[in-house]
């Protein structure tokens, strides 16, 4: 799906009206095909307005051609609906009225309608982003909130609040015994915290680990004190130093974390990559690269890992990835930045680890 998701993208970008003619809408999961129907109508008559006689002929075609589509698909599907329609003739005068419809294949949370001289695609190039997931936990003494970042959209999941009172001025035995209590309660809140987080990440596949922030010693205390399960606790890339434990915060942790996020994307390349070369190395009869091998592999039904990079022209990687696709083959893109992804580009990249020898070595 993410690759025609990038297909469908790569072909929406290359439009652009004379005038702002091209209709971008986008439904979100759960939202009523119905409203959205009604929306259009409404827009019609906006639209009466356009001073333009041209103009205004392509953009009511348009949202006339919308309402259509939108009757034949009858139901909103699972995860949304983007919605795209317009002139895209090259030809004044010669209008050429195109619909395009799209399921995303994440829920789309977006809802939008705008006519404009681009089609407004910023909420499915998102999408492309979100391979892998990330928790989010920023927390003080008061208050606590978990989220995730998924691509560059930041999604709140909870938000708790401890109940722990400030600290006293009071002296004595009844300060001690207060602060006694402020502590319990504290540790009480930490152990919360640390359920919410089991409850919210434990069964999350595409985790890929779980960054922690908040104010001064907190976030330390939290770690210690929290009882946090040792398989999310091993995943725990990072801790830092913010000062909010609300959807600001995450906005901060996210903010000054961007060197762990792209270290672990890296990462993760240069293995997938590194494992490769041995393997070419070691057992080259199970290695294949360069156009004409892998294809052979891919007919084969023998390719187990396909590894592209990403800056192989965009119709090889079009054809090879349906073909991977069509066999049950993983699939994954690989930048150039790294010395082991410019290794790789010089065998002309692309690559395949095989499930069996095909005899090519």
Known sequence: MRYQLEEFVAEL????????ELVTVYVPAGYSLIAVAKLLEQEKSTASNIKSKGTRKNV?????????????????????????????????????????????????RARLYRCDQEFVLEPLKE????????????????????GVLEGKQIRVLQKMTSGVPGKTEKGGQSAARYGRIR??????????????????????????????????????????????????KEMII????????????????????????????????????EDFMTKLAKNPEKTVYGLEDVRKALDAGAVELLIISKKLDRKYITEYTAKAEN????IVLVSEDTEEGRQFASLGRIGAILRFDIGLR
């Open 327 to 330: 066999i049950s083959s993983k």
């Open 127 to 146: 999408m492309l982003e979100v391979g892998e997931v990330y928790g989010l936990v920023v927390i003080e003494v008061n208050e606590a909130t978990l």
């Open 13 to 20: 970008e290359k439009y652009r009206g004379r005038h702002t």
């Open 238 to 273: 990072g801790v830092k130093d913010i000062g909010y434990a609300d959807e600001h915060g995450l906005d901060l942790l996210v903010e000054c974390s961007r060197d762990l996020l792209s270290e672990q994307e890296i990462i993760k390349e240069k293995e997938i990559l």
């Open 60 to 108: 009511l075609d348009a949202l006339e051609r919308l309402t259509r589509h939108l009757k034949l698909i009858q139901k909103n599907p699972i995860n949304g609906l983007a919605l795209f329609a317009g002139n895209i003739s090259d030809n004044e005068g010669q209008p050429e009225i195109k619909v395009w419809s799209f399921e995303p294949p994440v829920p789309l």
């Open 183 to 232: 502590e319990g309660m504290k540790k009480e809140f930490y152990r919360r915290v640390s359920e919410a987080v089991k409850n919210n990440f434990w069964d999350m596949k595409k985790l890929k680990g779980i960054l922690v922030g908040g104010p001064g010693p907190t976030k330390e205390d939290f770690l210690k004190e929290g009882q946090i399960v040792t398989k999310l």
